[in-house]
């Protein structure tokens, strides 16, 4: 019996309608050959995020060529050629968008400690911040609901902001002491 092919999970369709892509965008930049070298690297060190969902995989692949071409204009500077090549000129167009892996865990801290102050607000004053903030109604409408003046949400809210704000200040100031030798 003859052995069957693995089944296809639309990978290898995704790697053929992305590689024209990928080495136009890079021709752009670079000779034809160092395009199509560039891109075919990044498709060899695409596979091992195959499961990932195509949109991904779209934008992991400029970001694995972008890698490609640092990793090879560091090997040139490293083998003193003499060549020099500067690895911040002119490739700052192969940008990932998407935030560092250190941006998102910063990202992921500043939440958690943004949600840890609210939760220390007073009760009426975290529930007109989040009825304002969250569910976007507007000052009168959260004074009618609560049966409370427009004035009294105003002072909920600067309150409310207040505290956030000196709260974040007295943590990244404990960040920032932490972070010193």
């Not at 990928?22 to 060190?45: N, S």
Request: with cysteine.
């Amino acid at each position: 019996m003859p052995a069957q092919a693995p089944q296809d999970d639309g990978f290898e369709a995704f790697l053929r309608d992305q590689r024209p892509l990928l080495v136009g965008y890079l021709c752009r930049r670079l000779p034809e050959e160092d395009a199509k070298d560039i891109a075919q690297e990044a498709m060899i060190r695409l596979m091992r995020y195959r499961d990932l969902p195509q949109e991904q995989l779209r934008r992991l692949v400029y970001r694995i060529a972008a890698n490609v071409l640092l990793d090879r204009g560091r090997r040139i500077s490293s083998s003193g050629s003499g060549a020099q090549v500067s690895l911040d000129d002119g490739y700052d167009w192969l940008q990932s968008p998407e935030p560092s892996h250190e941006q998102r865990i910063d990202q992921q801290q500043q939440l958690v400690h943004v949600r840890q102050l609210i939760l220390q607000l007073p009760e009426r004053c975290r529930e007109v911040y989040l009825l304002n903030r969250i569910e976007g109604m507007s000052y009168t409408q959260i004074a009618e609901r609560l049966g409370i003046s427009v004035k009294a949400v105003e002072k909920h809210v600067s309150r409310a902001l207040k505290g956030l704000r000196q709260g974040m200040e007295m943590i990244e100031g404990s960040a920032s002491r932490e972070s010193r030798p």
